[in-house]
């Protein structure tokens, strides 16, 4: 009886172990799950704040800023209930973000001209400028494949992006080959106009309408005829001596008889 007795509080105590190292297992991949989809969250909210950060370098319209506004409201409302400790900052930063999209959809839409933008003479601005519209137009499909973005919103900022991102381009090969140019490269300078001139004159045949790509194939034209000038000027020139005109006569000349 009593070994019996010690066998069922054996069993007992083994099924209690198993038990409890189940629901720890449980515990931890549920503490896993919550901390891998907070980690998620966390980095839609900050990819999306870097790209709001840099909108004052970009002619932005309303529209789009509000797409990013509302992306990163998704995001702190996923994270609210995930972040133990830090939930009173998402509420926070939440409660600011309502106040800024509301603010947004009362306000008349906004969209500034695109041909107003300039290229910076930093190059590490115009790097951080070619990396926000990139991410910037991810977003913008992302959103817009969750049914997120009207159709019309998203073909009218998708064209702005790609125009933007024609312009730091083009703009970008100008610089360079006008650079290259003072340095007195002139290959390197005639090469990067005349890819930019080639970019240009494609865009143009499916625009032909755009002031700014008119413009620039103009400006693209004139600064490769300098460069050409240039390169032309910068040759130096043969000038044969007299003394090697009679080597070459009398090497030439008929031979004669002793």
Same mark, same amino acid.
């Given at each position: &009886?009593?070994?019996? #007795?010690?066998l069922?509080l054996?069993?007992v105590?083994?099924?209690?172990v198993?038990? !409890?190292?189940i629901?720890q297992?449980?515990?931890a991949?549920?503490?896993?799950e919550?901390?891998?989809e907070?980690?998620?969250?966390?980095?839609i909210?900050?990819?999306?704040?870097?790209?709001?950060?840099?909108t004052?370098l970009?002619?932005?319209?309303? #529209?789009?800023?509000?797409?990013?506004?509302?992306r990163v409201e998704?995001a702190?409302?996923?994270?609210?209930?995930?972040?133990?400790t830090?939930?009173?900052?998402y509420?926070?930063?939440l !409660?600011?973000?309502?106040?800024?999209?509301?603010?947004?959809q009362?306000?008349?839409?906004? +969209?500034?001209?695109?041909?107003?933008?300039?290229l910076?003479?930093?190059d590490?601005?115009?790097?951080?400028?070619?990396?926000?519209?990139?991410? &910037?137009?991810?977003i913008?499909r992302a959103?817009?494949?969750?049914?997120k973005?009207?159709?019309?919103?998203? #073909?009218?900022e998708?064209?702005? !992006?790609?125009s933007l991102?024609?312009?730091?381009?083009?703009?970008?090969?100008?610089a360079?080959?006008?650079?290259a140019?003072f340095? *007195?490269?002139?290959?390197?300078?005639?090469? &990067?106009?005349? *890819?930019?001139?080639g970019?240009?004159?494609? !865009?143009?045949?499916?625009?032909?309408?755009?002031?700014?790509?008119?413009?620039k194939?103009?400006?693209?034209?004139? &600064?490769?005829?300098?460069?050409?000038? +240039?390169q032309?000027?910068?040759?130096?020139t043969?000038?044969? #001596?007299?003394?090697?005109?009679?080597?070459?006569?009398?090497?030439?000349?008929?031979?004669?008889?002793?």
């Open positions: &009886m009593i070994l019996i #007795s010690v069922v054996i069993g105590l083994l099924l209690l198993i038990g !409890i190292s629901i297992q449980q515990k991949r549920v503490e896993a919550r901390r891998t907070l980690a998620r969250h966390r980095a909210i900050d990819e999306t704040e870097e790209v709001l950060s840099n004052g970009i002619p932005c319209s309303s #529209s789009i800023i509000l797409v990013l506004y509302k998704e702190l409302n996923g994270a609210l209930p995930l972040a133990a830090q939930s009173n900052d509420q926070r930063r !409660i600011d973000l309502q106040a800024q999209i509301q603010s947004l009362s306000s008349p839409k906004t +969209a500034p001209p695109v041909e107003q933008f300039r910076p003479d930093n590490r601005q115009v790097l951080t400028l070619v990396q926000t519209l990139k991410k &910037m137009k991810a913008l959103e817009h494949n969750k049914g973005v009207e159709p019309s919103i998203f #073909s009218e998708e064209l702005r !992006i790609d991102q024609l312009r730091i381009n083009v703009d970008s090969m100008l360079r080959g006008r650079a140019c340095m *007195k490269q002139y290959g390197s300078a005639k090469q &990067m106009v005349t *890819k930019a001139l970019t240009l004159h494609t !865009i143009k045949s499916q625009t032909p309408n755009d002031p700014f790509i008119a413009r194939v103009e400006e693209a034209k004139a &600064m490769l005829e300098e460069v050409t000038g +240039a032309r000027n910068a040759q130096p043969i000038v044969k #001596s007299k003394s090697d005109d009679d080597d070459i006569d009398v090497l030439f000349q008929p031979k004669r008889k002793w």
